[in-house]
């Protein structure tokens, strides 16, 4: 008979050695493993599939580049997840030692930790992490999937054998996963939707963010983030007044720009699938949340978590529109009007809370499309809300200003 993975044999207690399967998909993986390796050098265990591997890597900034005869990381550890490049989609079996989850604390350091998935079998993230209880801030798979029980945000769904996952806690800690024969309980009510409509054309990149927003919107409306080039690098789903939008950041081993890079100023709009409309969204209150630093703008930085608060910007009117080249702007931009007639018009723009910073008046224009320039020298980094008004009626844009 079986105890803890040892068959007992006369009395003797022998150690049963197991083996699993860890799927690589092209690109960037998050990996781990429930076993403990007999034999824990990396170059052994990964030689059937070395030719596909670019590079590896630990969540303590260690490196395995079989190209060129690098092994900083030299022996697999089951208490940490790893990120590997694979230039095609192939597996690598895991041979040793079954690791009895509820037996084995994973240690963690305050901040961000690269962690295995030691179960054998699928359980719910709030399940899973459980034991942390307060002291997890979020954690996030390789496919843009978050956990943050303080939101009460779950779009990882289940934590899965074989992937590694990055959480963050605010103290040192020690995770302990429940047993196996807990099974795999159930992700429920808290399971948030993914968006379906706002996907980017970039994933699994290796390098990504997470903005929450609280909003007053629609159940089933999305957020879609935006670089400086006005490509969508990021989305989520607005459930109960809250959104975790994933931002994919630029993959390090292509040769394009293929996500935000660090520092560049983002936006964001608000999607309405039942109407096929777009609202621009200003973000105010915005912190990022591992440092506790209030911010003006969302400006990118891998694995930061950022909150925000979310209200919606009117979308153009036919024949009445505003929008700035160039946007970021560094010191002057120009304002592109349009007018539906003739008459007065003027340009306000407004900082994130609300107090206003600028104005233009417009008088004597007759309708149609027009231009001025403005000079944002006396004005500081952040995001701005310009507001065209003609009589009644108003619409707006957002301003970037990035020096």
């Not at 798979?141 to 963050?168: D, K, L, Q, R, S």
């Amino acid at each position: 008979y079986q105890v803890n993975g040892f068959s007992v044999l006369s009395g003797l207690f022998v150690q049963i050695t197991n083996e699993q399967n860890i799927p690589l998909g092209s690109g960037w993986n998050m990996i781990s493993s429930y076993i403990e390796p007999i034999d824990p050098l990396v170059e052994n265990i990964f030689a059937p599939v070395v030719s596909y591997i670019n590079i590896m890597k630990n969540g303590i900034g260690q490196i395995y580049v079989p190209a060129y005869n690098i092994n900083q990381i030299v022996n697999w550890n089951p208490n940490s997840g790893y990120l590997i490049n694979m230039t095609t989609q192939t597996s690598v079996e895991m041979n040793g030692y079954k690791i009895v989850p509820e037996s084995h604390p994973v240690p963690l350091a305050s901040g961000w930790n690269l962690i295995p998935y030691l179960r054998d079998n699928p359980m719910s993230a709030p399940f899973a992490l459980a034991g942390l209880g307060t002291n997890l801030v979020i954690a996030k798979n390789n496919e843009g999937g978050v956990y943050v029980p303080a939101w009460g945000i779950n779009t990882i769904g289940y934590m899965n054998a074989g992937y590694g996952y990055y959480i963050y806690v605010t103290a040192t800690d020690n995770l302990i996963y429940p047993a196996n024969s807990a099974g795999k309980a159930t992700a429920g009510e808290n399971l948030t939707p993914l968006p379906k409509h706002l996907i980017p054309s970039m994933n699994k990149t290796g390098n990504s963010a997470t903005l929450l927003i609280s909003i007053d919107a629609e159940n089933g409306t999305e957020v879609g983030i935006y670089n400086t080039n006005a490509e969508l690098i990021g989305s989520g789903y607005v459930q109960d007044g809250v959104v975790a939008a994933n931002i994919w950041g630029d993959n390090s081993y292509t040769d394009n720009i293929d996500g935000a890079v660090v520092g560049e100023v983002l936006t964001a709009k608000l999607y309405n699938p039942t109407t096929n409309s777009y609202n621009s969204l200003l973000l105010s209150s915005i912190v990022e949340l591992n440092n506790n630093l209030e911010l003006d703008a969302i400006s990118y930085s891998e694995n930061a978590v950022y909150s925000a608060k979310g209200s919606t910007i009117a979308d153009e009117v036919i024949g009445f529109s505003i929008n700035n080249t160039p946007n970021p702007v560094s010191n002057s931009t120009t304002f592109e009007f349009s007018l539906p007639n003739d008459g007065n018009a003027e340009i306000l723009i407004y900082n994130i809370r609300g107090d206003e910073v600028g104005r233009i008046r417009l008088d004597g224009y007759s309708a149609g499309l027009h231009s001025v320039v403005f000079n944002t020298d006396n004005l500081s980094n952040g995001s701005y809300n310009v507001v065209l008004r003609s009589g009644s009626n108003n619409v707006s844009t957002i301003m970037m200003i990035v020096k």
